[in-house]
């Protein structure tokens, strides 16, 4: 049976209104990656003999340290590896906490109390909100932004109210905006930085606020840092957690996937507040049985080598100059940002003697279709798109010639901003 005949049968009555309930599957709007998908098939049909600059991923582009694939094929192979990991193992812990402290300067981490993996960032931004959101609670977001825990917060029955992260406040929030209602009824406040996709890093000025924000509204923060040891040009890698007081409030969310190029391998760990951390523990251990021992053994190598992420962030700051210098030659206005491997940049509103771009999607839309370059279009705040260094280079000679590519291809039209 077709998806089609399937619908006509009682199974199409029963889903669940969280997604959709009897109409779930009919809705025709096409969202936003899903139509990066389809322009770029077809850009590739329409042109096969050209390069597609695929500047829109959101993933590195190469592989883990060789340090990394060797540990985890050595721990793979041990019998006393091959069960369930539950919560943990120890010895993860311990790295982790001597992570934070070496990197971020965090001292005091209790591995056994505040410390615990996840398997990966995602997962841990789903589950946070069992542990608090009941229905007509409140989870603070940001836009744009990445929307898990606001949509495992609907999920539930709560609320998701945003604040838009715009240019003139260095696309930090402005909690002083949030009305009194909305404070009061909160009780998760999302924070992400450095950000995607806006690159900016926050200050410990900046977390500073949030923690009396947080303390005198009795709101939990959820800081999600999985670009934090990615930062460039003399900025320290910054934790909420060292900020005095942030234990008291919040919890911070670390990922291996981009600071170590182990996207797919999945482990992380929620550390902080030992209240929290307890009951993510607890929900989590009703989700999954833990992320695969060898992985965690593999991951405690690269958190005992920071110096890999070192290496990874000098790439990516090389190419991000670059990446800059070529679009401001067109007329963009790009600032090279203090973290992560994006680049924030504001749309053009058309082409001199072409069409013209009433959002940020419709200038992404013509990047791939017209120029083969693919991008991620944000209209959640402004009309901006974020391009991604994390393009497929191998060494500087590769990435230059990536760079003048995308140059050529856009200086034979001008742009009106």
């Keep these: 049976m077709s998806v089609e ?3 006509e049968t009682y199974i199409q009555q029963v889903f669940a209104d969280r997604i959709g309930g009897a109409n779930y599957g009919k809705d025709t709007n096409i969202y936003k990656f899903e139509k990066i998908k389809r322009a770029k098939a077809a850009a590739k049909l329409a042109y096969p003999d050209v390069e597609l600059i695929d500047m829109g991923v959101g993933e590195p582009d190469e592989m883990a340290d060789s340090g990394i694939v060797a540990k985890l094929a050595e721990e793979a192979a041990k019998p006393e590896n091959r069960g369930y990991a539950d919560n943990g193992i120890q010895e993860f812990k311990v790295a982790a906490a001597n992570y934070v402290a070496n990197v971020f300067q965090v001292d005091g ?11 990966g960032s995602k997962p841990a931004l789903a589950m946070l909100p069992s542990c608090f959101i009941n229905p007509g609670d409140v989870t603070i977001m940001t836009v744009p932004g990445y929307p898990v825990l606001g949509t495992h917060t609907k999920y539930l029955g709560g609320e998701v109210y945003t604040i838009q992260l715009t240019k003139e406040n260095q696309f930090l929030p402005d909690l ?18 450095p950000n995607n996709p806006t690159g900016a890093a926050a200050t410990a000025e900046f977390f500073e606020k949030v923690v009396a924000w947080a303390k005198a509204h009795q709101v939990i923060v959820v800081h999600d840092a999985p670009y934090a040891a990615l930062t460039y040009d003399g900025v320290k890698p910054l934790s909420f957690l060292s900020v005095p007081g942030a234990k008291d409030v919040g919890v911070e969310l670390h990922s291996l996937s981009k ?13 902080g507040n030992p209240l929290i951390v307890k009951a993510f523990s607890d929900v989590k251990d009703n989700n999954d049985s833990g992320q695969f021992i060898a992985i965690q053994k593999a991951a405690i190598y690269g958190l005992t080598h920071p110096e890999i992420t070192e ?5 990516y700051s090389r190419r991000h100059e670059m990446l800059v210098q070529a679009l401001n030659e067109i007329g963009f206005h790009a600032e090279k940002p203090k973290g992560s491997f994006f680049l924030y940049v504001e749309a053009p509103k058309g082409v001199v003697n072409g069409p013209e771009f009433h959002s940020a999607e419709d200038f992404s839309q013509y990047l791939i279709r017209e120029k083969l370059i693919s991008t991620v279009p944000w209209d959640d705040a402004g009309r901006f798109i974020r391009f991604s260094v994390t393009f497929q280079a191998k060494g500087i000679e590769e990435e230059t010639r990536v760079i003048n590519e995308l140059k050529r291809r856009l200086t034979d039209v001008e742009f009106i901003f």
Excluded at 109 to 119: A, C, G, L, R, Y
């Design 176 to 193: 002083e905006s949030i009305p009194a209602d909305i404070c009061k009824r909160a009780k998760l406040l999302y924070l992400n930085y």
């Design 259 to 271: 600071s170590y190029n182990m996207t797919g391998w999945r482990i992380g760990f929620v550390a």
């Design 109 to 119: 981490i209790d591995p056994d109390t505040e410390i615990v993996h996840s398997i």
């Design 5 to 7: 005949q399937y619908q």
């Design 311 to 315: 290496a990874i962030a000098e790439k």
